[in-house]
């Protein structure tokens, strides 16, 4: 069966059909934007899933990527505020917020970015002495972030991170920093070495100090103790001394002879004590004690009486020879 003309219209018509179709939906992944242009102008953007657009007059202008990204910042040179030359490395981040903007508004998006951020690099560098450069990494991401993020805003992009990955001084500059460190090291050794002997010697001087506190305290209390000791001796002997006088007075000199033979036995002692004596001799006649003994009696009867001179006759008086050999 030969076709027709009319069989062909109808076919072209119904291939026309489907191709329209096919041409008017769009799929869009997830993250991802399309941007919809009419005769060459932008007319909208498409979200993730299923898109429509009328064929022949609409067609697909861009497919923007809007996660977030990372944009490899290539190594360059960069001059610090006291003229030191350093080489730098960074990256950053950046996700695309409008699709329009991003696609209209500059040429070249990434491309932008990295020569934006370079430049801002060497711009933040500048300001910085070497040392605040090493140190401050915190810092410097933090204000490249803020002048980046500004001014990639008009073009619909958010910069989310920017981070220095490598600081790279000169060589030169790098032994001197090196040598820098070993003496800041051998210093607070030196340092925490003196410290550690004054702590020493203070600990030391403090154990002297209580030592002899805790030594002033023993002789203090000795002393104390001694006094108190020779206090009593002197209240027994003041009592004695009373209780003999009192028995001398009643007429009792069986007590003034004790107390004599005690006077004269003590006094024989040290003499045979002494340092300069090594043998001492010293005869006790009875006879000379019984005279001083007898001295006594006259003077207690003149005073108390025949009865107190009877009582003494009664008394005891030593008689003996002592050699006392030192």
Same mark, same amino acid.
């Given at each position: 069966m030969n076709p027709t003309g009319f069989d062909i219209v109808v076919? +072209?018509?119904?291939?026309?059909?489907?191709?329209?179709?096919?041409?008017?939906?769009?799929?869009?992944?997830?993250?991802?934007?399309?941007? @919809?242009?009419?005769?060459? =102008?932008?007319? =909208?953007?498409?979200?993730?899933?299923?898109?429509?657009?009328?064929?022949?007059?609409? #067609?697909?202008?861009?497919?923007?990527?809007v996660m977030e990204q990372v944009l490899d910042i290539p190594s360059q040179e960069a001059i610090t505020k006291d003229n030191a030359g350093v080489r730098i490395d960074a990256a950053a981040f950046y996700q695309v917020l409008d699709a329009a903007k991003a696609c209209y508004e500059v040429a070249s998006l990434d491309q932008a970015l990295i020569v934006l951020t370079m430049t801002n690099i060497r711009t933040v560098v500048g300001s910085m002495d070497l040392d605040q450069l090493l140190s401050h990494r915190d810092e410097i %991401?933090? #204000?490249?972030? =803020?002048?980046?993020?500004?001014?990639?805003?008009?073009?619909?992009v958010k910069v989310t991170r920017i981070e220095i990955r490598d600081i790279l001084p000169p060589a030169d500059i790098a032994g001197a920093m090196n040598r820098q460190m070993k003496a800041e090291r051998e210093? !607070?050794?030196?340092?925490?070495?003196?410290?550690?002997?004054?702590?020493?010697?203070?600990?030391?001087?403090?154990?002297?100090?209580? $030592?002899?506190?805790?030594?002033?305290?023993?002789?203090?209390?000795?002393?104390? !103790?001694? +006094?108190?000791?020779?206090? #009593?001796?002197?209240?027994?002997?003041? %009592?004695?001394?009373?209780?003999?006088?009192?028995?001398?007075?009643?007429?009792?000199?069986?007590?003034? %002879?004790?107390?004599?033979?005690? #006077?004269?036995?003590? +006094?024989?002692?040290?003499?045979?004590?002494?340092? %300069? $004596?090594?043998?001492?001799? @010293?005869?006790?006649?009875?006879?000379?004690? +019984?005279?001083?003994v007898g001295g006594i009696a006259q003077l207690t009867k003149a005073v108390f009486g025949e009865d107190a001179a009877a009582s003494r006759r009664g008394g005891s008086v030593p008689s003996a020879g002592r050699s006392v050999e030192g």
């Open positions: 076919v +072209a018509l119904v291939a026309l059909v489907i191709l329209t179709i096919a041409l008017g939906v769009r799929t869009i992944p997830q993250g991802f934007n399309y941007t @919809v242009e009419r005769f060459g =102008r932008y007319s =909208r953007t498409l979200g993730a899933g299923l898109g429509l657009i009328i064929p022949y007059i609409e #067609r697909i202008g861009h497919k923007v990527n %991401n933090e #204000r490249l972030l =803020r002048v980046m993020d500004a001014a990639a805003s008009p073009w619909g210093k !607070r050794a030196a340092v925490l070495e003196a410290e550690g002997l004054r702590q020493a010697e203070i600990l030391k001087a403090e154990g002297q100090k209580q $030592s002899q506190i805790l030594a002033a305290e023993g002789r203090k209390e000795a002393a104390l !103790r001694d +006094a108190e000791a020779r206090e #009593r001796l002197a209240q027994a002997e003041a %009592n004695a001394t009373a209780m003999v006088s009192e028995a001398i007075s009643r007429g009792d000199i069986q007590a003034a %002879n004790f107390l004599i033979a005690e #006077r004269y036995t003590e +006094a024989l002692k040290s003499m045979a004590s002494a340092h %300069n $004596s090594k043998v001492v001799i @010293v005869p006790i006649e009875a006879a000379a004690l +019984a005279g001083t």
